[in-house]
């Protein structure tokens, strides 16, 4: 095994060690009903994140479920329009883009960042750069 594929093989491990931590650390912070800085706290104590990453993470992760909740609770309720909406507080101008936008509850939002449009705020569909830290919403209506 030349360098290079020894140092590939141990990038690749070190990525899998961390991707196992931060699932094992959201699956048993969903199990516990952890808000973010919850699970904040839990993936700093890993030591493997610095608390800004361990911040920005748990933000990403908590908001993502939020979205995932807000479509199934809307689903259940007989919604079939849903809205973008943002907070204002240090928005993307990509995002501020989408505000007011309304779609389906089973489209995407428009396509800004990502070569595919968000099913809803942190998608995990879409690029980091489009999701990570979003504090976006929706707002639902039946049409």
């Keep these: 095994m030349c360098i290079r594929d020894s140092i590939l093989t141990e990038v690749s491990n070190i990525q899998e060690t961390t991707v196992k931590t931060v699932l094992d650390q959201v699956r048993n912070a969903s199990e516990k009903g952890y808000n973010y800085n919850e699970l904040r ?4 104590d890993t030591g493997i994140f610095k608390p ?3 911040l920005r993470i748990a933000r ?3 908001g993502t479920a939020a979205s995932i909740g807000q479509v199934a609770g809307a689903k259940g309720a007989g919604a079939d329009i849903k809205r ?3 907070t204002g507080l240090e928005t993307r101008e990509a995002h501020l883009n989408r ?3 309304e779609v389906g509850l089973d489209e995407r939002f428009s396509k800004q960042i990502s070569s595919i449009g968000p ?5 995990p569909q879409i690029s980091a750069s489009d999701r990570v830290n979003c504090d976006c919403f929706m707002t639902f209506k039946v049409g």
């Excluded at 706290?41 to 700093?44: F, G, T, Y």
């Excluded at 099913?119 to 998608?123: G, I, K």
């Design 52 to 54: 800004e990453r361990a």
């Design 99 to 101: 505000e007011g936008e």
């Design 119 to 123: 099913r809803f705020p942190l998608d």
């Design 41 to 44: 706290v839990a993936l700093d």
């Design 84 to 86: 973008w909406e943002t």
């Design 60 to 62: 990403t992760e908590v």
